[in-house]
Structures are given as C-alpha cells and as structure tokens.
C-alpha cells in the first residue's frame, strides 16, 4: 500500500474545501488562525511519516492533550483514576455542565471538559503545576523526538482570560470534593495544555504508543501498559468527539480524539497514527475536513477498526 499516494490524493482531493466549517472563536487567539490550513501526517511502525499539506505547522492541540493527560493520570494512579472519572460517553456536548450535579461531581469520562479537567488534577498529583507541565512536555518531545514542540502561552492565556465557562466546571467539582488540587492550579495546567502547539507529524509521531500497545515502536519508550492503551483506544471512540462520537466511529472507524483548534489525532491499532489539521469545526467541535480526510484514509486502507 503506497501511503504516500494516499495522503496525497485524500489532501488534494479536498484541497478545494479549505475553509469549510467554522473555526472555533470562543478562544480569542484561536480565532486569528488561517483558516485554509490543511495538513495530514500518517507515522507507522517503522518511523515512516507519510505527509501532505500544512503537515509541519504547529497548531494548538486543544483537546487532543486530553490523550495525553489521561495517559499520564493512569500511569500516577493507576486504577484509582476510575474512582474519580467515568468511562462512558456523555451525549453532551464537551463543556456542559448539566451531568455534573446529578451525578455528584463525577464527570462522564476523561474526555470532556470536566473530566479533563480531573484527569489533569490527578497527573499533577502533589508535584506543583510547573513541574507537571514540563514533565508532560518533556514525555512529548522524547516520544515525537523533537524538543521544538511547546506551549503557546498566548493561547494558553486566551484561554485563561475568557475560561469562565472552564472555571464554573472545576469550581463545581471542587464543591463536590472532587479536585486534591487547588482550583487555580489545575486550571492553570488545564490550559497550558490545551495551549500546546503541534504539527501534524508531531502529533502523529508522538501518540504511536496508542497503536502499538503502550510503547513507542521508533523510540521504545513505554507511556502507558498494554492494557491501558487498550482502553484509551476504547474510551477514543466511544467518547473523543463528545456529542459527535457516533458519528466520527460511522464514517471513519478509528479511534480519535478532536480538539477545537483543528487538529484530530486517530489510532489504528497494530498499523499507524494520523493526525489531520484543518481550523473549521462541525457543530460538536470537530474539524469539518479532518474528519472527511480520515474517512476518506479509512476507505482507501480499509484500516477501519470494524
Ligand atoms: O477547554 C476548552 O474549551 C478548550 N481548551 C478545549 C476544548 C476542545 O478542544 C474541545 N474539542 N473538540
């Protein structure tokens, strides 16, 4: 199978629709970006990366960090983590609140905003935030082996300055005894993290671990157990796009994880990781033509996990 020609024929076949979709403008920073940017990388076992378009731009990773996050909350906590976030999907959008109340605090699943937001807290443990966000960062830049993925704190400070929406969700859950960590610590890993800035190739580089059992197949480091990359893939298609997750497993059938400055990361078990960028969203916060090209991909491989 020629990858490469099937990067490049999906990025071409689309190129046209550049634009499609509304860019998420509830981040000021996030608003400013070209919305025509357009790339797909696709990293396979061997350390091929396979690319087309704006692959090697760095973006603003958003919600794909809560990948990372969790990966990171379970390998401090271990199974404990589950005492503090469900597994199941919400049926809601990614920053709604309506959930948290009846269910005593517990947010669904590590996906959305609220679960996210607990997820951080427990990879931040009792370090201070600092130190957790540079372990994250540095567990990135070993796993995509390149020490120029950073935080861009104009983002990350956007996001602070309007998060109000973000501050009710923790500040809720801290009422329900729900965060160890003060309120404005995690909020201030929260969005840094959500203010990573990755390109495509990056992002697929990094995140091999989730197709190939926990373990970075290039670099041979272990983020997370066999198992637990197991269930990351899992709660990815049950729970990655929030309220668009069913239809995200119908049209392409990888697991994946959206975020709203574009970019959706996908996992396909034992073959490959992609990572598409394209700033216009559907309604649910996923991008409009990452999501077409990775349907698109999923026909021309038949890599379909079903
Ligand atoms: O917390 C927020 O609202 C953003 N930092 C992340 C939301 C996001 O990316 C949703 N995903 N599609």
């Known amino acids: 199978m020629d990858l490469q020609q099937i990067v490049d024929d999906t990025w071409n076949a689309l190129a046209d629709e550049r634009g499609s979709g509304t860019p998420a403008g509830y981040i000021p920073a ?83 905003n609220s679960g996210a937001i607990v997820t951080t807290d427990r990879f931040i443990g009792d370090r201070g935030p600092d130190e957790a966000v540079a372990d994250l960062l540095s567990r990135l830049h070993n796993m995509a082996r390149d020490t120029r993925i950073t935080i861009d704190e104009d983002v990350a400070r956007s996001e602070s300055e309007t998060g109000a929406r973000n501050r009710s969700l923790a500040y809720f859950m801290a009422d329900f005894g729900r965060l160890l960590n003060p309120v404005e610590d995690v909020l201030s890993v929260y969005f840094r993290q959500c203010g990573i800035a ?26 997370c157990s066999t198992e637990r990359a197991r269930r990351i ?50 309604r649910a916060g996923t991008s409009l033509l990452g999501a077409r090209a990775l349907a698109q991909i999923a026909d021309r491989t038949g890599w379909s996990v079903f």
């Open 30 to 112: 996030l608003a400013q970006v070209d919305p025509t940017k357009f790339g797909i990388a696709i990293a396979t076992r061997d350390g091929s990366v396979f690319c087309a378009g704006d692959a090697d731009e760095q973006f603003s990773i958003q919600s794909v960090s809560k990948v990372f996050a969790l990966a990171m909350a379970l390998d401090r906590e271990g199974a404990a983590l589950w005492e503090a976030v469900g597994r199941e999907p919400s049926g809601n959008p990614f920053n709604s609140i309506v959930q948290l109340e009846r269910e005593k605090g517990k947010p669904r699943n590590p996906f959305i």
């Open 233 to 282: 893939n899992a709660l990815m298609l049950l729970c990655g796009h929030y309220d668009n997750s069913g239809e995200f497993a119908f049209d392409v059938g990888f697991p994946g994880k959206s975020g709203v400055g574009g970019g959706i990361l996908a996992s396909v078990p034992g073959r490959a990781t992609l990572a598409v960028w394209s700033p216009g969203l559907n």
């Open 198 to 223: 990755m390109s495509c190739r990056q992002l697929a580089e990094a995140s091999l671990f989730l197709a190939f059992d926990g373990t970075d197949p290039v670099t041979g480091l272990t983020m």
